[in-house]
């Protein structure tokens, strides 16, 4: 059984109201372009990373003193080497930085395998010490011997 339609309907149009639908839409763009936070760097560490090319020519030439700290892997905490010598901790390390004259320049050696967390401890100390010319050198990799 068909239920019958009134003859009205087929006469009405579905027409969309496009002006307030843009207004619509402009106004929640313009609320979030508003309310947009922007993230901002925690820090960006000021440091020089060796180039390949030109590594071992331009800064040897220069008459600065060098001291490097090297950061090694150990089985609980990072080994630091102060020049040769083995130092015990963070805080071993600062007194013998604040020791060193003020425009030396402190080259930190990390292993490939050390955690980034303690590089960055030792960076931090070294800003304590107030060395201000602090350079990384790039990381090597150890490869087992008799292996390419």
């Not at 002006?19 to 020089?48: A, K």
Request: proline letters at 7%; hydrophobic letters at 45%; glycine letters at 4%.
């Amino acid at each position: 059984m068909k239920l019958p339609t009134k003859a009205t309907s087929r006469d009405r149009r579905l027409a969309i109201m496009m002006t307030p639908l843009i207004d619509v839409i402009f106004l929640l763009m313009i609320f979030f372009i508003m309310t947009l936070n922007f993230l901002v760097p925690e820090g960006v560490l000021e440091n020089r990373l060796p180039d390949q090319a030109r590594a071992d020519t331009s800064e040897r030439e220069k008459d600065w003193e060098v001291v490097r700290i090297h950061v090694a892997r150990g089985k609980e905490a990072p080994q630091i080497y102060l020049q040769e010598r083995k130092v015990t901790g963070l805080p071993d390390l600062l007194l013998n930085l604040h020791r060193l004259p003020r425009d030396v320049v402190v080259v930190i050696e990390p292993e490939a395998k050390v955690a980034y967390k303690h590089v960055i401890s030792v960076f931090n100390t070294c800003v304590k010490a107030k060395k201000t010319n602090i350079s990384f050198t790039i990381p090597r990799v150890t490869t087992p011997q008799g292996g390419e």
